[in-house]
């Protein structure tokens, strides 16, 4: 089972949608995929799901807890803010059950940004958490800079971007 | 005006030993400080005041993002935590306003750890993060690994860690 | 067949005898491999061994191009250096052939030092720039830090530092 | 006196260029500089420069040391290279004297790049070397992706890219 990590709680995200992306082609190689959208962390996730609390959050561990732990693997979608992932994938994980929760796992990361960066600084973090964590990284990580100029919301517009998407995905079945 | 950042917003966190530890030497060298404490965001923050809801916190607004508009330079204590700094650090700096509330200014970080990296890549990822807000890093930032075995809470009996601090806060100042 | 490479030219470097560990350890568990040794870069590699002379140096492809490319996967012995790893060491990489050297390769990591911080940075830098060449790095990269108190040379006398490297052998075989 | 660093010792390398931009800049605004070309290094410097040879090239000493310790203050013209900044410039560092050479003094970091990323894992790499040693880095590190398609070798036709350099020369002379 792959888990389809939405990188953020913000609406209307387009990683949400670069999520979907991949949970089609993903259904097209015959995977079977769950969705974790950091949307279903509880409002008070940070003063009831951290810590000493960790672990005690009925909504975290149905929501999303119980999902990590069904997955072998994941595709993380990570969208850049402020020179590198959003606080709250970082909220997500340390809330995590430490450490089976990615330990031996394996990952791939896509970064995405309206501007120029695609999210490589966020991408180089994020390797660092998760190796730290034990979980391995796939080295292809695909930068999708100026998202809005290059996919719909639907599709790629940009064969590259798509090209990319499609090695990574076929790369992370048989990592 | 220097703003004290305890990066954490866990309960007896040392980090907060450790910000008292500076703000009590920064008032023996006649330096004025603000205690940033990120125990102070509203429960609720990862969906009150974040994307499109930054700065409509009231509570934020009151007791951290008045106070940021404040400093021109800031102490960051920084506790690791899975294998980077705290998610909720992150969380904090997507809340406040951009660009104006650190822009230009200038920080030091300190890295607390239980273990024995004393928070070293947490500092580097927060590094690329301020500068990339716009915001000077102090190059000495001092490791301050297995944190309880030297420090009794108000104290270090290691002098190395008190006197790379005592450098730390004179290279702040005139920073 | 699996590569062993030291990453220093430096005379006398613990790091070769840390290779020597590893290759004991690699031959017990009947996996065959090769020691690549930076020290067999030509004197004059960083004039004739790079950008458009790369792969013009009859010495470079022998004792080094060759052999990498009869590795599958690699340890990189990685001593810390002025913060991050030696520049020798990317001075190797840089004279490799692009992109095959590498690429869709797999590879395990180790830093070492005399300090406290085990070469924590210079196995960030490093793993960026491998998963940007397109090889895959292995999660776990122990941080062999205060060597000396913890290496005869021979063997290590932290029974920790022996077993995460086993832990991190039985890794890369299975990688 | 500020030292400008060209970041390779590639021949005909638009760093050298960008070096040159950079020092006409600096003379507009009444700075005296200093030209540091790596391509002034030794050609054996890999064996007759670093480790306990360090300071023993009169070649390196004349050419790059004395510059060095003339100026307070330094622009890093950073090419993107495999990933990061070419081996190259971390032997410079290496074979520079420790830890006067830059402890203290302050610098600027411009990433130059044929592709998009404009060098910035290049730079936060570099960033984390020379915090280590002691020197501060200027926030402001503008990335000059797709550096061919916008400066022809004396100007920018892209005017942002002006734009970032005049303020980050700004930015340095009062840092």
Chains 1, 2, 3, 4 share one sequence.
Do not use: W
Request: proline share 3%; hydrophobic share 40%.
């Amino acid at each position: 089972m792959i888990g389809i990590i939405i990188g953020t709680n913000r609406k209307e995200a387009v990683s949400k949608q670069v999520a979907a992306y991949y949970e089609k082609l993903l259904a097209k190689k015959q995977q079977s995929t769950l969705l974790i959208d950091l949307k279903d962390m509880p409002d008070n996730m940070i003063t009831s799901g951290l810590y000493d609390q960790a672990g005690k959050s009925e909504q975290f561990q149905k929501r999303l807890q119980e999902k990590v732990d069904q997955c072998q693997k994941f595709i993380v979608v990570v969208p850049e803010y402020n020179g590198s992932f959003p606080g709250v994938l970082k909220v997500f994980i340390d809330g995590l059950k430490f450490p089976d929760s990615v330990k031996s796992k394996k990952c791939a990361l896509v970064g995405v940004s309206d501007g120029v960066q695609g999210g490589v600084l966020a991408m180089s973090h994020l390797t660092d958490i998760f190796n730290y964590l034990g979980m391995h990284v796939l080295a292809l990580k695909p930068k999708l800079s100026r998202i809005s100029q290059h996919f719909d919301g639907r599709n790629f517009s940009n064969p590259l971007y798509a090209q990319l998407i499609e090695d990574q995905v076929d790369g992370l079945i048989t990592y």
